[in-house]
C-alpha cells in the first residue's frame, strides 16, 4: 500500500479529470504518474516513485506543462519517472543496507 507524500494530497482533486500510468519496476519499486487538466484548462503532472513497502521516496508536481497535451505529458513523466525510481531505488537500497 503506497504511503501518500504532503505532495501529493496538496495536488489531489478528484472533481478533475485525469489520466494516470501505475507501473512497478523489476525491483519492486513503484512509478505513480498522473496527468489532468486544471479548472484554467493547462495541463498538470504529478510523479511519485515509492519504495516496495509503500513508502514515498520521491514526489513532484508540475503545475504547467505549457504546449503540452495530457498524453504528452504522461509520456514524458513516466520517463522522468523511471529516471528518478532508479536513483531513488540505488539510494534506498544503500541506506537499507546500512542499517
Known sequence: MRHRGQRYWAWA????????HAETLDDGTTIDVQVR????????????????????LYEEVH???PNESMTRALVWGVGRA???ASEASADYQSLAKQA
Open 13 to 20: 482533486d478528484p472533481a478533475l479529470h485525469s489520466r494516470t
Open 37 to 56: 487538466l486544471s479548472r484554467m484548462g493547462g495541463t498538470q503532472l504529478f510523479i511519485g516513485v515509492y519504495a516496495s513497502c509503500g513508502m514515498a
Open 63 to 65: 503545475d504547467s506543462r
Open 82 to 84: 523511471r529516471h528518478l
